[in-house]
């Protein structure tokens, strides 16, 4: 019997197809506007947002899934993240420091509350990614997901290029770097919280940032980078789910062996690429 | 101190502008200009005296008290040289992709329009440096990475130019040029306004000179 013939896996198989090319195109961005610990933030506020979702009555389970709890909480947070960076005078790394230590503080309190009424194993799943319990309904918000934010980058990427690598210059040109800012962190909000049934909470970060890593080892132009985060999203998602199947460990951290071997591979690469001097201090 | 253009409208209008950062000295206390339209303005004076933050208040980068008030036609650009750019030296983006992106609608990720790299051509090689496209930005010198940006600044002609120390680590050719260009430029009737340290450079240019601190620019 072959992996294709179970429903659950061909369903984690189309997310995975789905996903890729989605968090490859926001990788690079999301590297390129140093958001790396931004997303590492969104991925622990989900889980918080989950356990305050499980807490107002939302389900968990084949018959549906808690976003509303997880994208009201996730989007809350990044927006009052991107607002208070505006404001504050304090480094990016740091003030998300402080929102990650709320979450994480608010979240850990809730999820003890949560467990006395619900079972572990729900909590569990969005921690460190499981494919059964990818739904159809996830395949659609998926697909809608894919076209949404497809059009929404396709119509702002040169502004966010521009704001990304030089601030002062996209100013100038009169790109609204606010309006930017909000709408990235908005786009990123919504493609990680529907990643998190196939890479877990704890581990989503790993597939916004790994792809234009290791796509910059190697990448000589923007197009080669965008084309090899995807390719390195999209590899990383189906040999994970087939390490998953194959050894029977949570989707997530599979997916994320498999991201750091490609990091590995292209930093290979790139080390082999360049040319090696010899300087020789001669002391006498 | 201020020698400046009478009779000609005011393009930019500086009126009691005063920066702070936090509970220090300000970095500019209620200063006030006119530039007149067409004109190169420069502002001269030692290091610290404000004539960065005031181009960055110009722009909306920093907080500032009074009124900036900008002149503008519908459509009509900001050309802007900074004094330095910081950016991200690990990104993959060639010199074409980094001018492409103003330069055409679809997203340069998916590659540069041929309108697009025609443009970019004809705008690098008037700045000297026409076989640039394919290298990445990160690769540039210091002199070149300054071309380039001028190149980015120039085109399509921007009604307010703002050049920030614009001609630091540029070649004898290079500034030459630089000259010409910005020249071309006033003349095509983009108001400049010039930081600059260079006595020799503001006086062949500057149709005014405003010192920020009563001196003149260094001889």
């Known amino acids: ?284 | 101190m201020s020698r400046s253009v009478a009779g000609l409208p005011p393009r930019v209008e500086f009126s009691q502008v005063t920066v702070r950062a936090g509970s220090g000295p300000p970095l500019l206390q209620d200063f006030s200009l006119s530039v007149a339209a067409g004109t190169l303005h420069a502002l001269v004076g030692r290091n610290g005296a404000g004539k960065t933050t005031l181009l960055r208040a110009l722009l909306g980068e920093v907080e500032f008290t009074g009124s900036i008030r900008i002149d503008r036609q519908r459509g009509g650009s900001i050309g802007y040289v900074p004094q330095r750019l910081e950016f991200d030296r690990t990104l993959a983006l060639t010199v074409g992709e980094f001018l492409a992106a103003t330069r055409q609608r679809r997203p340069v990720c998916l590659g540069v329009s041929a309108a697009a790299r025609a443009r970019v051509a004809a705008v690098l090689a008037s700045v000297g440096l026409a076989d640039a496209g394919q290298r990445p930005i990160a690769a540039l010198s210091g002199g070149e990475l300054r071309r380039v940006l001028l190149a980015h600044a120039l085109e399509p002609r921007p009604e307010l130019l703002l050049l920030d120390e614009a001609t630091e680590g540029l070649d004898r050719a290079a500034l030459a040029r630089f000259e010409e260009l910005v020249k071309t430029a006033r003349a095509a009737g983009t108001t400049i306004l010039l930081v600059s340290h260079d006595a020799a450079l503001v006086a062949r240019l500057a149709d005014a000179v405003t010192s920020l601190d009563g001196e003149g620019p260094a001889p």
């Open chain 1, 1 to 284: 019997m072959s992996w294709l013939d179970y429903p659950f896996f061909r369903r984690a198989l189309v997310a995975a197809l789905l996903l890729a090319p989605l968090l490859g195109a926001l990788s690079h961005l999301v590297v390129a506007r140093r958001l790396a610990f931004l997303s590492t933030a969104l991925g622990q506020a989900a889980l918080t947002g989950l356990t305050i979702g499980l807490a107002l009555g939302e389900t968990h389970d084949e018959s549906g899934s808690p976003y509303g709890g997880m994208v009201g909480f996730c989007l809350l947070c990044a927006l009052a993240m991107v607002w208070v960076k505006r404001r504050a005078a304090l480094p990016t790394d740091t003030l998300i420091g402080v929102f990650v230590a709320f979450t994480l503080g608010l979240g850990i309190c809730l999820l003890v509350a949560v467990t006395q009424r619900f079972n572990v194993h729900q909590i569990e799943a969005l921690m460190f990614g499981s494919l059964i319990t990818v739904t159809d309904g996830d395949l659609w918000l998926l697909a809608a997901l894919d076209v949404g934010v497809g059009l929404l980058l396709a119509r702002v990427y040169n502004e966010l290029l521009l704001d990304s690598v030089a601030p002062p210059l996209a100013r100038a040109a009169g790109v609204k770097s606010a309006r930017l800012d909000y709408l990235f962190v908005v786009l990123l909000t919504a493609a990680i919280v529907l990643s998190l049934k196939i890479v877990g909470a704890l581990l989503v970060e790993a597939l916004v940032v790994i792809p234009a890593a290791a796509g910059r080892n190697v990448a000589r132009s923007l197009r080669s980078q965008l084309l090899w985060s995807i390719g390195v999203a999209l590899a990383a998602t189906v040999g994970g789910l087939s390490l998953s199947m194959r050894f029977l460990v949570p989707s997530g951290g599979a997916v994320v062996l498999v991201l750091a071997g490609l990091f590995a591979l292209t930093f290979g690469i790139s080390c082999a690429a360049r040319g090696r001097g010899h300087r020789e201090d001669a002391l006498r």
